[in-house]
């Protein structure tokens, strides 16, 4: 199993930056990317970065350019740099570690959320 725990956020200006960070627990070896996704008050839950085990980024049109996705290894925790807020990007941010790995009753995958912590930029 992993768990995934998020912090960071809170509220920033316009033009701001503020970085959240993912710390991963369990089966951390397993995990084969760990997302980002963010949930705007009454809209749907969005993929805004992704990050594989392999270091290959990707991310949403709405942020490309101004977030960057990082990892400390050492420290089993993803960053998520956001720089250049805008308002349009308040939301709840919520960590996602895909994992997958072999037990000996067969494999086992899924998904483990955090809890998700809010990210407010005033204009």
């Known amino acids: 199993q992993v768990q995934v725990v998020e912090s960071g956020g809170g509220l920033a200006q316009a033009g701001g930056s503020t970085r959240l960070s993912c710390v991963a627990s369990g089966s951390v070896s397993s995990i084969n990317a760990i997302e980002w996704y963010r949930q705007a008050p009454g809209k749907e839950r969005e993929l805004a970065a992704q990050?594989?085990?392999?270091?290959?980024?990707t991310y949403a049109d709405s942020v490309k350019g101004r977030f960057t996705l990082s990892r400390d290894n050492a420290r089993n925790t993803w960053y998520l740099q956001m720089n250049n807020l805008a308002p349009e990007d308040t939301a709840v941010y919520y960590c996602a570690a895909d994992y997958y790995y072999h037990d000996p009753a067969g494999d086992v995958a899924g998904r483990a959320w955090g809890q998700g912590t809010q990210v407010t930029v005033s204009s």
């Open positions: 990050i594989t085990r392999g270091g290959i980024s």
